[in-house]
């Protein structure tokens, strides 16, 4: 069973930075289509932050592009959230996801406050 830890999550000042970090264990008994992070706030539906594809093709989510960075690691088998300019509105808690084929895995969450 694939498992995802997250961790580098929060308290940070509006305009601050953070890295999240995402290590996936037992990656390699499945065929990842793509790895990202999603985010949701208190009273808010869960919705996509970025995605990286196994040929490194990005998306982002409108409101953190140019902000906010995602890459991967494939030694170590972790996706990483380079997370700049934070604002108030980026407060959430952010999951970590890995598309498989037949199904999409998750983290617990890592929290990322930022204070205005």
């Known amino acids: 069973q694939v498992r995802l830890v997250e961790s580098g999550g929060g308290l940070v000042q509006h305009g601050g930075s953070l890295r999240l970090s995402c290590v996936a264990s037992?990656?390699?008994?499945?065929?990842?289509?793509?790895m990202g992070w999603f985010r949701q706030a208190p009273g808010k539906q869960r919705e996509l932050v970025a995605t990286i594809t196994s040929e490194d093709s990005t998306n982002y989510a409108d409101d953190v592009k140019g902000r906010f960075t995602i890459s991967t690691d494939n030694a170590k088998n972790t996706v990483y959230l380079q997370m700049n300019s934070l604002k108030p509105e980026d407060t959430a808690v952010y999951y970590c996801?890995?598309?498989?084929?037949?199904?999409?895995?998750w983290g617990q969450g890592t929290q990322v406050t930022v204070s205005s």
């Open positions: 037992r990656i390699s008994s499945i065929t990842a289509k793509a």
């Open positions: 996801n890995v598309q498989g084929i037949l199904k999409a895995y």
